[in-house]
């Protein structure tokens, strides 16, 4: 049977502080692309990887998270867009397009149950299964909607505001008829947080010094909503800033993920004072919810109102730095590996 | 008309760190007891006034909270149980004997709206009208059941667990069928816990070098309700041993209200990985549940299913010393200042 190379990204060694390209190693495989005999699994063609900074905890080999690890010289596993090539799973075929957890190579074999869902609006971008269409649209569409219960007229902040996640809180917000405010940590993205996103107002928190500062200042009246996406000083700040009855969903905190020692957040006892709800998240538990969102979000995308930001790294050689690059803030908007064309 | 003393503590100086006795002074004023001329105030002879952790917040007045400030001078505001002596208010007659909002003095006027309740229930101690039946035992049914959520078989925590709202916490989790742990300062209190309230095991925090490592000991399994009345190190612990879907209600950050600088709490990001949430209330909001809780805690009164455990200092001159004591652990079991018998 005819070996074809599977072009690889694997962890070369977990990872201690920032992620650095060094803790990964491109490797060509090969395989063969033949269902084995009897597999109900299903073969893929991987075309879009997802860069996401929580895998950057399984990049860690001490599983506080309860998460597990990646497995030192296997590929990464993340979210995808891939092709169907033969299916052992009658709910699949070849050709079908579709996203869910694959692997960081040219071709997986993947258990059908991986496979979040089939991919049947093909007048969107395909990458988009991989942000606003995929994990990254459900964890905005939970968090805001189903922790942050928001209501017309209220205060909301976005932390990574430019992210994959933030720029669509924040276009939700709005759409719901909150006042939205971002942060992010370049001139670049604060224009397009403005002038592209809809965001109300936003700024470059590396040029605050003094965050609670500038929080009072674009919120004269508090915060009645935080989606989190950083934690650590920002955290601290907005605590500070909150409203009576405002709710904290936290969807991330990648400002933490890279330091031994995380930062200490100091003004908690404001939950008490403001009464507030500050509550962990993973979208994996609100899958169900799916279609649901599907219905919410496609209508707004066709007809402009909800806009995407995409950076797109091509080739999986290229997958090393486009995930050290999350962390150092490198990406505008969405980071998407390409792999392969259809 | 006859004027007749009214001994009062008020607050001497705005608090810094740690309160002193000498924040406070005992001063003799007089009053006449008669309410002025169409007043719809009540006039009160207050019985025992309730000590309470949050009044320390008061003493400062930089107002972050959003609760305002003692007035110097002034005698000090909390709750108490007191007899009327005359009313404005049909609501009030002579000789009726209420709980609320009074003041830190002999003989008090005011607004019939700050009390909370007429005390039907003359069988049980009068004194529990500041603990049990009142706010203490308010704050621990809304903590636990509204916001805790609790089940059957879940583990339980609670810190200061000895404290007026502590003991209920964990003779409630009890009654729910629930583990239960408390942490408290002092062999006593630790003996306490377990031989009188219940609690299925309980440890001394001053004598655990680790407290990851007790928590880890006490519910291998994990923590599914934390009932936070202290902040900073606990917490810190505590997060790291949160069960999946973990509730923690925010009582009180007792240890931290002291402190110029709170110390800084670095593993929040446990709640995202353990989907926790953590949710600050105020009992104030609750107060509509009040007859609900009284339906509920009554009957386990009289026949004895839960207890109350009360320090009960006399007159009004050991005031300060006993609001002073709550910050060095001093008291076992409800701290409450007898001022005068019925």
Redesign the interface.
Known sequence: MAQVRNKQVVLRKYVDGFPKESDMNIVESTTTLKLPEGSSDVLLKNLYLSCDPYMR?LMTNDN????GAYTLGSPLIGNGVAQVLESGDQDYKKGDLVWGTTKWEEYSLVPSSQIRSKIEHADIPLSYYTGILGMPGMTAYVGFFELGSPKKGENVFVSAASGAVGQLVGQFAKLTGCYVVGSAGSKEKVDLLKNKLGFDEAFNYKEEPDLNATLKRCFPEGIDIYFENV?GKT?DAVL?NMR?HGRIP????VS??NLT??????????????????????VG?FYHLYPKYLEFVLPHITEGKVVYVEDIAEGLENGPAAMVGLFSGRNVGKQVLLVAHE
Chains 1, 2 share one sequence.
């Open positions: 905890i506080i998270t309860g998460f934690g955290l500070l009576v936290v969807c991330g905190m933490q993920y020692q995380p930062e200490g957040v100091t003004n908690l006892a404001n939950l008490i004072f403001k009464r507030v709800r500050m509550e962990g998240f993973i538990d």
